[in-house]
């Protein structure tokens, strides 16, 4: 041990002291509220990261206050210690904090890469901090995620503070990085940084955006995150949710769900994968509004959400895609990838058609598994209208994306396809080359649709992964999607309330099994089909 670390470990315990007592003493004299208070210990304890990788000779002794913090700050939470930080009915936020910032030096402090670690805790410190200083001051457009209040004021301070924290930091520790490295860097991360903090409920923001943007942050000085296609993502899916919002497609909270699955997709996919998904919310968009308000007479009685998907519908139908699109990006060489993201799109669009065409059928709908007669928009319920819409719905996104492949393909060589986001199908396999689109003969003179022709088992793999994942769907949903009984009218409905806000009464399935999961699920079915269907045929 160093002089520097005993004293590091002196003023460390020192410091966090003294900010106790000051918040203490605020609290008292000047009658701030314990919110405010604890707000000025969260933003101090979080600079503490800032004077140890200043002071500290080795890191094994770094580490030592900021871990210890984890059992005391536990002790303090469960015995209300100190009431300028410990609110009643409280998260454990301030132990997830502490636990947050000991794993990120322990990871990346011995590496040599403390900037990491940094960044990541001014992120919840600044940011995190203005966001609810900001959101409770101003905060007047509300916006719901999992039944919890944020504010677009709260959001936005939270995006904009990240983005100069990081920037800073980064200037600070890597100036050898560049400025504009810096800038796009410091705007992917807010950006996420953001999404993070607003789905992450009950304290686990602490842990979420810590260790969600240091991750990030580490694969993006290491060129293992496509930083530019993941802004031009941002900026396409930011457009795409706006546009679907004004015409009432998303709701507010759908928007930030669309742009966190677009970003992704884009991003780590490509083009091909990017304009799937674009192709999807057009699709199921555009059919939504087809009699809309004959179908709405269903939707209000049964279904647990209406036309405009909110955040949890849009993770549901493209959350296994980004999922995909990410595994795609770290294992190019893994083939079945891309035919899993046809059968996923495919699965959700059918399903999509399905619920939107089949609640029209003049014939009544039968229960999947019994092929009892059900009242329309009863889930498990199928009738021929609705399957024939499901094969359609999946053969239409199998067309798209053979268009898309030809297209790209008829483009000639690498130009744009590396894009594209299919190169990992590998050499002769599903009848793709490893250069991505190249199919046999697609570069040569004289052969330019040989894309189209090589890829006909992505029209197969749409349709039969789309119908088998519709199908799975409708399984799951007359077996274990959670039910209730409307408490007004008896009928069984999604719904866990009724629309003057009675409770429903439980009646069958998995409590925890509602639509959205099973509607992610079932995407997931339908890629595994696609993979099969796709291995057979070539």
């Known amino acids: 041990m160093t002089q520097s670390d005993l004293f590091g470990l002196i003023a460390s315990y020192g410091y966090v002291l003294g900010l106790l007592i000051v918040a203490t003493l605020v609290q008292k004299w000047r009658g701030y509220p314990p919110e405010f208070t604890r707000k000025i210990v969260h933003i101090g304890a979080g600079m503490w990261i800032v004077g140890a990788v200043a002071i500290f000779d080795h890191w094994t002794y770094g580490v030592i206050p900021i871990s210890s913090f984890i059992v005391l700050n536990y002790i303090s939470y469960r015995f209300r210690l100190n009431k300028a930080v410990d609110l009643a009915g409280d998260t454990l936020g301030t132990v997830y904090f502490a636990a947050s910032v000991t794993l990120l030096l322990l990871i990346f402090w011995p590496r040599g890469e403390v900037e990491v670690a940094v960044a990541a805790t001014m992120i919840m410190t600044w940011g995190d901090a203005f966001a609810a200083i900001i959101g409770q001051a101003m ?23 990240s983005f100069l924290v990081i920037a800073v930091t980064l200037a600070w520790l890597r100036p050898d990085l560049g400025v504009l490295p810096i800038i796009m860097v410091s705007l992917v991360l807010a950006v996420i940084a953001t ?14 955006v810590p260790l969600g943007t240091g991750g990030l942050l580490w694969l993006m000085l290491h060129d293992r995150f496509p930083v530019s296609m993941v802004l031009t993502g941002l900026v396409l899916s930011s457009l795409i949710g706006w546009l679907a919002y004004r015409r009432r497609s998303l709701a507010e909270s759908g928007v930030a769900g669309a742009i966190l699955v677009g970003t992704l997709i884009f991003g780590f996919g490509g083009w091909i994968w990017g304009l799937t998904l674009v192709a999807f919310f057009v699709y199921s968009s555009a059919l939504s509004k087809y009699k809309e308000a004959q179908k709405n007479v269903v939707a209000e009685e049964k279904f647990d959400k209406g036309s405009r998907r909110d955040f949890g519908q849009a993770l549901a139908n493209g959350g ?14 893994e083939p079945a990838l891309f ?10 669009n059918a399903d999509t058609w399905a619920t939107e065409i089949g609640v029209l059928s003049k014939s009544r709908p039968r229960l999947i598994t019994t092929g009892k007669p059900v009242v329309p928009g009863t889930s498990g319920g199928i009738t021929p209208l609705g399957t024939t819409a499901t094969l359609l719905g999946g053969l239409l996104i199998g067309v798209t994306v053979w ?10 060589g690498t130009a744009g396809v590396n894009a594209a986001g299919v190169e990992a199908l590998g050499v002769s396999a599903f009848g ?12 040569a003179p004289g052969v330019p649709l040989a894309g189209f022709v090589d890829g006909w088992w992505i029209i197969l793999a749409g349709m039969i992964g789309g119908l088998g994942g519709s199908l799975a769907d409708s399984l799951m949903g007359a077996t274990v999607q959670v039910m209730y009984v409307n408490a007004e009218t008896g009928k069984e409905t999604e719904k866990k309330r009724t629309k003057s806000g009675v409770p429903n009464r439980y009646s069958r399935g998995w409590r925890w099994m509602d639509n959205d999961l099973v509607n992610f699920i079932s995407s997931a079915m339908g890629a595994g089909v696609a993979v099969v269907v796709a291995a057979w045929f070539t």
């Open 139 to 161: 905060g007047k457009h509300v916006y719901m995620i999992g039944g919890h209040r944020r504010t677009y004021e709260g959001s936005l301070a939270m995006a904009v503070v």
């Open 195 to 208: 999404v993070l903090e607003a789905v992450s409920l009950k304290g686990l923001d602490n842990v979420a």
């Open 320 to 333: 296994f895609g980004g999922v995909l699109a990410l595994l795609h990006y770290y294992f190019p060489g």
């Open 339 to 348: 035919a899993a993201f046809i059968g996923c799109m495919a699965t959700v």
């Open 403 to 412: 268009v898309f492949v030809g297209v790209a393909g008829m483009l000639g």
């Open 432 to 443: 793709v080359n490893a250069a991505g689109v190249n199919v046999p003969g697609v570069n």
